[in-house]
């Protein structure tokens, strides 16, 4: 798994967690839903950093606690 399937995956599952959809994500984080919506779009390649801490802010949770997971420890070489 890449690195951006894994942020998708930790936001997915937060939402679930949290019982809660994109747009209210989007909602609670200040960003617009295109913006969380084009993050779960397979076809799109990044995801900026900034977007990132911005959905951990309505999550509120920090950058750390979004990391510390599983799913970040064994990413695949994204050096290709």
Known sequence: MGVKDA???RFSELCRQKGIKPNELAVRSGVTPSS???????????????????????????????FSCEIFDNLEQEIK
């Open 7 to 9: 942020v998708t995956e």
């Open 36 to 66: 969380v919506y084009s993050m779960f779009d397979r076809s799109r390649r990044n995801v900026s950093i900034t977007l990132i801490k911005k959905l951990c802010d309505g999550l509120d949770i920090t950058l750390s606690e979004f």
